[in-house]
């Protein structure tokens, strides 16, 4: 019962309240620092009154029972040092990672927690002293990786065409190897061992992905662009297509350029996942994301009904023309190609001058031009610059929750004896087996007195807003000489308590 009281201590809007009830319950406790300690009982969710503080991105809470926890080491002068417990907060032993809990919630009051101390100090230290280094190692791995699967692609094994033409409109010249013919000479054996470590990597990549999926879930894992979403189906579906070109490859079956130039798009799409990394890069790759999955999914389904639409009526207007006079519109999939590139104004209107165009043409391209470049183009830039500003005022908080996200990653996937762990341990202070973050603050010796002077300002100010508001009452009736009086009471007493606040300043310096 006291536990689940705890918990709903801290959902509470009351804050304060929060606190004093929060601190009560504790004092009846008689396992405080045992393992059956009211504040180590997890909740249904998995989650502790201090985990659930961050969730629900309640900083009042998180602050008061982080305070809880820290012990002052020693002091002098301005400076103090302070040991703050990392227990429940530091990711290296937690199966239930706080960072991951507080980037994943979709609260944004959650992400200000990473701001606090010692959180934000904790997250500087994992991220300057091992997962910068580690995450520029990894881009760059990844970087030459690409360029060995391009070289491949672009050196794949292919023979010249011996069969006649189909067709006039036939323009193809090479054709692929059979498997016995793709791996004789040492140029092929060179290309072989890029092709085998093209596909090791691919299947290295479902091996750490699938069991984040499984562990994290679908949903969260793919539908939250802090955690990498995007690009993680991005990643997982180029390991895919690796995998369907090698079977391809293995079976001699013709077309393995179809998954081979998707890998290619999608494998070099996924380097923008390492911008993630870099404070000038990392804000607009959340920026794309963000326009992509948003306005531009909405957008595209709008745009592919006036495709279809349009690309329809022109296939019917040019299906009893000759296609060797005006050939955009030879047969349906040429049709929407060229309606597409129409759409996106990257080829003009086709026409041939020579011969005569039928009427309809001109007409259907007239709407066409009307409602797609003008209406559903403009209407797209609009919805962009919308969301641009919306994004701009919380695309650093999500760039730094990004980066939060990306040191818990790869604190999972390295080992650990790449990754130790931070802080310093409790024994070497007598406070036990925990492990604490060490945080030097200073402290500034005049900010209780400079809070001692506002405050005197501000009562004497109240007091002769006081008996000004009382004056003007009483000589209500006297409209004109009391806004006089007033105006010339208002000076003096201004003066008056500026006056006074300087001798108290002048008096104590």
Known sequence: IGNTVLHILVLQPNKTFACHMYSLILSYDSNKEGPGSLELIPNNEGLTPFKLAGVEGNTVMF?????????NLWSFGPLITVLYDLTEIDSWAEDQ?????????KKREARQILDLTPVKELVSLKWNMYGRPYFCFLALFYILYMVCFTMCCVYRPLKPRTGNKTSSRDNTIYVQKMLQESYMTYEDELRLVGELITVIGAVVI?????????RVGAAKYFGQTILGGPFHIIVITYACMILVTMVMRLTSTTGEVVPMSFALVLGWCNVMYFARGFQMLGPFTIMIQKMIFGDLMRFCWLMAVVILGFASAFYIIFQTENPENLGQFYNYPMSLFTTFELFLTIIDGPANYDVDLPFMYSVVYFAFAIIATLLMLNLLI????DTHWRVAHERDELWRAQVVATTVMLERKLPRCLWPRSGI???????????????????DPNKHKMMRYTEAFRAQDRDNNDKSLE????NRNILYK????ALSLSRSTSRTSSHRGWEILRHNT
């Open 97 to 105: 990672s706080f960072l991951e809990l507080i980037v994943s919630t």
């Open 471 to 474: 004056k003007l009452e009483i």
């Open 382 to 385: 609009a919805m962009m610059g």
């Open 425 to 443: 341990c409790g024994r070497e202070y007598g406070l036990g087996d925990r492990w604490y973050l060490r945080v030097e603050d200073r402290v």
């Open 63 to 71: 602050q008061y029972l982080m305070q809880k926890r820290k012990y």
């Open 482 to 485: 009391k806004e006089l009086s």
């Open 206 to 214: 479902l091996i750490l992905e699938i069991p984040d999926i499984l």
